[in-house]
Each structure stands twice: as C-alpha cells, then as structure tokens.
C-alpha cells in the first residue's frame, strides 16, 4: 500500500534533487524510496555483523574503499559535489 508523506526541505535542496531525478528519468518519489530501501538494508545488515558488506548493490560493493589509498580529502569530495549538483 502506498502513503503519501509530506517532507520539510530546503528549497535549494528539492530543486536540487528535482534535477537529480530528472537526469536519472525517475520521479523523486521513486528515489526516495530507493533511498530508504537502502538505508533499511546496510542497517538490517549491521545488525546482523560483518553482513554489512553483502547488503551493498554491486557497483556500491566495487567503489568501497577505492581511494582509500589516495590522497583525495573529505574537502576535495565535497568541492567536487559542489561543482556537480549545485
């Protein structure tokens, strides 16, 4: 069964995931939803240990820990999303 739920958002933010969805071709219901669903899984999958991993979609499981060993910042990551959704 499907609800309705009402969320409180910057407005910079909902235009900002409008366009996200848009570039994807979903609607930002639909990726909410997916959000959560992925949410709801890693932490199903923390509670039950070293799951946690198994719980990933693939591509997520591939990309974990692929800079580790780089000398990529925290700062850097963040200027980068800057530039590509704002």
Do not use: C, W
């Not at 639909?30 to 199903?44: C, K, P």
């Not at 198994?54 to 499981?61: E, G, H, K």
Request: avoid cysteine; charge should be negative.
């Amino acid at each position: 069964m499907k609800t309705k739920l009402t969320l409180r958002l910057d407005s910079e933010l909902i235009q900002s995931a409008k366009r996200y969805s848009e570039r994807r071709g979903k609607s930002l219901s639909q990726i909410t939803a997916e959000y959560y669903g992925i949410l709801s899984l890693v932490e199903e999958s923390s509670e039950i240990g070293n799951a946690t991993e198994d719980a990933l979609p693939p591509i997520t499981r591939f990309l974990k820990g692929l800079l580790r060993e780089s000398d990529v910042t925290v700062d850097d990551y963040r200027k980068h999303l800057e530039e590509k959704y704002l």
